[in-house]
């Protein structure tokens, strides 16, 4: 079943905006990864942020993780055009290996 | 250069015609695991391989077989493709299963 669930669906900013997607998930998770895909391609890894870890930062992107809530917030700041892509979550769980993704947000920034 | 490999990378079939999509990843990653994605369905796990002769089903396997007789390749078999099969499938790898998945470049399945 998909655990993750990225809100929102669609986000739409300008250059230099920053950009927040959320992500929910139902139950307890080893770590939570983000990925980014390039229309039609495969996905590409940004950042893994670990149940113990609160946030996490990776040149442009901040990554927070509230276990407590069960939610994860990706935050990329001063968007480029070439940030235009879909952003998943992707959560293990504490029992099995399966990895489960969110259905994704759809980021455009325009010029 | 490290990386994961799909062929084909498109594919139309019809209803019934077996059909296999090989996956290699030449990491010597432990994890190898498959997906589809659907528009408004996101990314489904279909099956994965946490090592050589280990498989376990994912979300939705149902009509979908998979092997893992070496390290470096895990072949998608659809033994009786059906419409519903149409899709865009993804390879991916891992050093273990929990974490840094590195994806292929994509296989869009056609089936009529």
């Known amino acids: 079943s998909q655990q993750g669930e990225e809100d929102p669906q669609a986000l739409s900013i300008q250059e230099g905006e920053n950009a927040t997607m959320n992500c929910s998930y139902k139950?307890?998770?080893?770590?939570l990864q983000w990925y980014r895909q390039n229309s039609g391609r495969g996905l590409v890894h940004l950042i893994l942020i670990r149940s113990n870890e609160r946030e996490k930062h990776s040149g442009r992107l901040r990554v927070t993780l509230d276990t407590s809530k069960k939610s994860s917030s990706l935050l990329i700041t001063a968007s480029r055009a070439a940030d235009t892509a879909s952003y998943f979550c992707?959560?293990?769980?504490?029992?099995?290996?399966?990895?489960?993704f969110g259905k994704g947000t759809s980021l455009l920034v325009t010029p | 250069e490290a990386q994961v490999t799909q062929n084909p990378r498109y594919l139309i079939t019809v209803t019934g015609k077996k059909l296999t999509v090989t996956c290699s990843q030449n990491m010597n990653h432990e994890y190898m695991s498959w997906y589809r994605q659907d528009p408004g369905l996101g990314l489904r796990q279909i099956y994965y391989?946490?090592?050589?002769?280990?498989?376990d089903k994912g979300d939705v396997p149902e009509g979908y077989k998979v092997s893992r007789k070496e390290k470096r390749n895990f072949p998608l078999i659809l033994e009786s493709p059906s419409p519903n099969q149409t899709s865009l499938y993804f390879c991916a790898s891992s050093l273990q299963g929990r974490y840094e998945q590195y994806f292929g470049p994509g296989t869009r399945l056609t089936v009529t």
């Open positions: 391989s946490m090592n050589v002769e280990v498989t």
């Open positions: 992707a959560t293990d769980s504490n029992s099995g290996y399966a990895l489960n």
């Open positions: 139950t307890s998770i080893n770590n």
